[in-house]
């Protein structure tokens, strides 16, 4: 546990430095959200924002909380020193957990940034429970996307094999998982490929909680699979990381 | 007790041997060079050693561990220093050495590294950012790194190069501080004057161990040895390599005083070495 908590602050005074990342990580969701207002002004007045804003701002959270996490830590495999880490005596699974507590609390503020803006941009008018839910289900899904980071980079040697990812996990959740269109109407074989995409359970939730009649306990099954999702993510990382050539 | 023990080793990376049933045993406290050219096998040894690569097969037992099996109770015991700085540009240079150390338990970190930073002549740029640094500061920023836990062997992996002549003598006279305080090192270099300034040495090619002795018996296979037949009797001589002290001696045998210099070629080390590599590679084509 001690190895975990330096390696986490080693990773937030490392990244409180880098301010190439810091913008990219904070500013360019912001940035992407507002593009999205301008998208959805010029739509008629009869599509419902209150569908599309939240998922799409669910997506943008997720897929840069995923590429910066996982360039992040190839970097760690291209300069040497996760390899130095694991010599001067850190175990693989207090890399993996101390980088996981690390990007915790980024991917806590990058949600929180974004979920505000969204509320704020789109006149969203939830109460008070409503928009704890919702923050609680981005906040979910952007550690579910730190931790694919880390999975998908145990594969990878340098960034550029992050890119096949893209098209590979990142591309089918915006068309499979019920962010454009319901994955209901998709043919069968397509909609469990969707169902295999974290993002899936997050936009179901979302898209339960506006209804009037919304319950948590209609959508606990996808709040489980989310977490599920964490943990299973962050085991199997633990397996794929290499500790020897 | 040797401090590293190596027999058979063999690392094969598909149809490339990069270490070739290498047998290497290396005395405590010394300073253990380990020459070659580009892609000899160099930086494949040490990983090997360090519990950082899985060889084919052969064992490989520093300080009496398996650097697999028993890489918990080694990776306490050695230090390792990297070609690459490998060091977080982002972070001081304390914040480095402190993150490094920190993963074994070190009693009063902070004192050690303020120790080391001195023993480095960094003191004054401890709390610059690595990023801002030349790259021989990074290299003792990282050598730093390495022997911060106080290991029994330090593993350098190129340490000295791509910095300049100046840097170079500072890091050897850090190298020979510390096998005096009884650590030992292994390094890698393929700059050939290197040589001369570890105890002993194994020149590499191609993964394959070519010879292995100490600095003094290899230049002494360089040595100009005269080598005079007077009246059928053979008498050798090792002398000096000028041209001044080959015709004085020459002038004991009888040469014409007015002959005051004879000059000869004479190998220098790293030709010598040269010399072995192609004699052994051109030994085993045939």
Redesign the interface.
């Known amino acids: 546990m001690n ?1 975990m908590i ?1 390696i986490a602050q ?1 990773v937030l ?6 301010r190439r990342f810091l913008t990219l990580y904070f500013i360019a969701p912001v940035l992407i959200i507002y593009f999205l207002k301008l998208l959805i002004d010029t739509l008629p007045h009869f599509v419902p924002v209150v569908n599309i804003a939240m998922p799409i701002c669910a997506f943008i959270v997720h897929f840069l909380s995923f590429i910066l996490c996982a360039i992040l830590l190839i970097q760690e495999r291209t ?3 996760l ?8 175990p693989k699974t207090s890399i993996i957990g101390g980088y996981t507590l690390g990007y915790f609390g980024l991917a806590t503020l990058q949600s929180l940034i974004a979920f505000t803006e969204s509320i704020w941009l789109f006149h969203l008018n939830y109460s008070f429970g409503t928009i704890l839910y919702m923050f609680i289900v981005i906040w979910l899904l952007s550690v579910v996307s730190v931790m694919l980071g880390i999975f998908i980079s145990t594969f990878a040697k340098h960034e550029a094999h992050v890119l096949p990812f893209i098209p590979l996990i990142i591309l089918p959740s915006v068309f499979l998982t019920g962010l454009i269109i319901d994955s209901d109407k998709l043919p069968l074989w397509a909609e469990w490929l969707g169902d295999c995409l974290p993002i899936h359970y997050a936009i179901n939730i979302l898209n339960e909680i506006n209804h009037a009649d919304y319950q948590v306990i209609d959508t606990l099954a996808d709040f489980a699979i989310l977490i599920g999702y964490i943990f299973g993510l962050l085991f199997l990382a633990s397996f794929t990381l290499k ?3 | 007790m040797n401090a590293i023990e190596i027999t058979n080793l063999s690392k094969q990376y598909g149809k490339i041997l990069a270490l070739d049933h290498m047998d290497l045993s290396v005395p405590e406290g010394m300073i253990y060079g380990i020459v070659g050219s580009n892609g000899a096998g160099k930086s494949t040894l040490i990983k090997a050693m360090v519990g950082s690569l899985r060889p084919t097969s052969g064992a490989t037992k520093v300080l009496g561990l398996d650097p697999l099996k028993e890489k918990w109770e080694l990776r306490k015991q050695i230090g390792y220093m990297p070609q690459s700085p490998a060091l977080y540009d982002d972070l001081t240079a304390i914040e480095n050495i402190l993150f490094f150390g920190k993963a074994q338990s070190i009693n009063n970190i902070e004192k050690v590294t303020d120790e080391i930073l001195s023993f480095t002549e960094l003191t004054t740029r401890a709390n610059d950012k690595v990023g801002t640094f030349s790259g021989g500061m990074k290299k003792r920023v990282s050598l730093c790194c390495a022997m911060v836990h106080n290991p029994k062997i330090l593993f350098l992996d190129e340490p000295t190069a791509a910095i300049d002549p100046h840097l170079k003598i500072l890091l050897w006279q850090l190298f020979r501080k510390l096998a005096q305080s009884g650590v030992t090192i292994f390094l890698s270099t393929h700059q050939m004057d290197e040589v001369l300034l570890c105890d002993k040495v194994t020149i590499l090619s191609n993964g394959k161990v070519l010879a292995t002795d100490t600095p003094q018996k290899l230049i002494e296979l360089g040595k100009t040895k005269l080598t005079l037949t007077i009246n059928g009797i053979e008498k050798s001589t090792t002398i000096g390599s000028t041209p001044q002290n080959l015709a004085s001696e020459l002038q004991k045998s009888g040469l014409d005083p007015l002959i005051s210099s004879v000059a000869i070629q004479t190998e220098n080390i790293e030709e010598i070495i040269l010399s072995i590599m192609n004699h052994r590679e051109e030994g085993n084509k045939r």
Not at chain 1, 13 to 18: F, H, I, P, R, Y
Not at chain 1, 83 to 90: S, T, V
């Open positions: 190895h330096i080693r005074t490392q990244l409180k430095g880098d300069r040497g020193t390899e130095r880490m694991l010599i001067a005596g850190y500790e020897t050539e």
